[in-house]
């Protein structure tokens, strides 16, 4: 009774409690998931959920609304999530790309340090609400929270590759007691064998033993790609169903970046047309043609055990940073703007929103990645920043919604330097050089 007491008295009226500023905020509409499917598109999407194909995401469409998500110049992907993070662009938010300032040598990775603005686990945590966050980019070292973070550094990465995973980099996850509890879901890439290559790829028995056996990682070499990519995704599943089940939060967020990888390797496989200066082998065509669709299938099944761990009055939430398209140049034969030569730029990315406050089965104009955070925060029951560059997605709601929860205004949340976050969390650059040494005499940068 108690406990419930408290939580009321939260709910009803929870403020600030910075000294600068008093901010009430509302009970919350739902909770909410968040599934972010890097590089996906609807040009693929809609083509084979009318195969019959992803139906959780046919589903979630029908039960929801759809658009397509416009998104940023350069499409680069950390730039991108860190602006659907804090609904500001890059030149404020301080995450401009892979290497922190594009085209410039890099001096480290992007890291949540970098950030000069709060995303919101930051904004919910600080005023109450419970914060889980799994895979984000640019979330590493991961910082305090009323919740807990799994950074894009956890599972093992493409970044990680021929080297093995480091061991004992400090601050993966917050609490650091985390790491104990989800061990067991992290998988190597080792662990991807023959049956998980039949999975994606129409590939003989003995063919599979034979893709099993190619372990030395090359960047942009499609087999040790995709192991580096499935076991990450893979992971990211099991841990986010594991803490789902264990960490009840009010808002959870989870990202696959699988689909943007075998996009990137694999198109001119699927369509081999659009590639008329190549001779791509026959048999090729015929074992891979299907990667992407097969992983998007994949990822879809993914979704769907997502979704039956999610609250039953969750407001669901999937997006990508960007679409996709042939470039007619190989490796690189997918892309998404100027990074890979020939590639539409900046193609759209998806959106799709599902819950009891959403109209149903519609689609609404486009929305843009600076949109999601508003319209976050709104279903959590906070008044919406003026200095946010995006818009509340108001066409996505039942218009009664707004009749008992009308939008709310503030000036800012950045009324405190995000400095304080850092008081007791200080990284030793030089464990992050190290890694970046060892990108570079790989030739990844």
């Not at 995401?57 to 602006?83: N, Y």
């Not at 890291?111 to 109450?128: C, D, H, P």
Request: with cysteine; charged share 20%; hydrophobic share 40%.
């Amino acid at each position: 009774m108690v406990l419930l007491l408290a939580f009321t008295i939260l709910v009803l009226c929870a403020r600030s409690r910075n000294k600068d500023t008093d901010i009430v905020i509302s009970p919350p509409l739902s909770p909410v998931l968040i599934v972010g499917i890097d590089g996906a598109t609807f040009d693929l999407i809609d083509s084979l959920i009318s195969h019959g194909q992803l139906t959780t995401l046919s589903r979630l469409m029908e039960t929801g609304v759809s658009c397509p998500l416009k998104t940023l110049k350069p499409t680069l992907s950390p730039a991108i999530w860190t602006s659907i993070a804090t609904g500001k662009l890059p030149k404020d938010h301080g995450i401009l790309g892979f290497d922190g300032v594009p085209g410039h040598t890099m001096h480290m990775l992007p890291t949540s340090q970098m950030r000069k603005v709060r995303a919101f686990w930051n904004i919910l945590s600080e005023y109450g609400r419970s914060v889980g966050v799994i895979g984000w980019w640019a979330t590493w070292p991961a910082e305090h929270v009323n919740g807990y973070i799994v950074s894009d550094r956890a599972t093992y990465t493409r970044m990680e590759a021929t080297i093995g995973k480091e061991e004992n980099i400090p601050f993966e996850v917050y609490p650091e007691t985390l790491a104990s509890e989800i061990a067991e879901h992290i998988y190597a890439p080792m662990d991807v064998g023959p049956s998980e290559f039949q999975s994606i790829m129409s590939v003989s028995d003995h063919e599979a033993e034979m893709l099993s056996k190619i372990t030395h990682y090359k960047h942009g070499r499609f087999i040790p790609e995709f192991r580096y990519t499935y076991q990450s995704d893979r992971s990211i599943s099991a841990i986010s169903e594991h803490l789902m089940q264990t960490h009840e939060t009010d808002v959870t967020a989870i990202a696959f970046y699988g689909v943007d990888v075998m996009s990137h390797l694999t198109w001119h496989f699927m369509e081999p047309e659009q590639f008329p200066g190549f001779a791509i082998p026959d048999k090729n065509i015929r074992r891979f043609g299907g990667t992407i669709p097969s992983y998007y299938a994949f990822v879809d099944s993914l979704l769907g055990s997502l979704l039956s761990h999610a609250p039953a009055n969750a407001t669901v939430m999937v997006l990508s940073d960007h679409g996709f398209g042939p470039t007619g140049n190989l490796p690189w034969s997918g892309g998404h703007g100027k990074i890979t030569p020939g590639a539409p730029i900046a193609p759209d990315g998806i959106l799709i929103i599902s819950g009891q406050a959403i109209r149903k089965g519609d689609t609404i104009k486009p929305a843009h990645v600076t949109d999601i955070l508003p319209t976050l925060l709104y279903l959590q029951g906070f008044p919406i920043a003026k200095d946010l560059k995006g818009r509340v997605l108001r066409d996505a709601f039942r218009p009664d919604v707004f009749e008992d929860h009308p939008i709310r205004w503030i000036d800012s949340y950045e009324v405190t330097p995000r400095s304080d976050v850092w008081d007791s969390l200080l990284v030793d650059d030089t464990i992050d050089q190290h890694t970046i040494e060892k990108l570079k005499s790989l030739g990844y940068l």
